[in-house]
């Protein structure tokens, strides 16, 4: 995923959002994580949690958390 597409990253809030998407998956993996089921529960999930979101529900989606905390905020998601 590096390499030479980063000469296509040619504005500053381009490369912010690529590193953030590597970041993400990075951490993913780091935590033994199924990388495209987590960025598809948190392309479902986030939008749920709106522009007024805290730090807790953020840090229950985090890759790091248990699954305690993803029952959690599964059972509290509105998409039931």
């Known amino acids: 995923i590096d390499g030479k597409n980063f000469l296509f990253l040619d504005t500053p809030a381009v ?3 690529s590193a ?3 970041s993400v998956i990075q951490t ?3 935590n033994v994580l199924d990388v495209y089921g987590y ?4 392309l479902i999930e986030l939008p749920n949690l709106g522009i007024q ?3 807790e529900q953020l840090d229950a989606v985090m890759p790091w958390c248990s699954m305690e905390s993803w029952i ?9």
């Open 72 to 80: 959690t905020f599964a059972k509290a998601s509105p998409l039931k």
């Open 15 to 17: 490369r912010d959002a």
């Open 20 to 22: 953030l998407c590597n």
């Open 53 to 55: 979101s805290t730090a």
């Open 28 to 30: 993913a993996k780091m």
């Open 39 to 42: 960025l598809l529960c948190l």
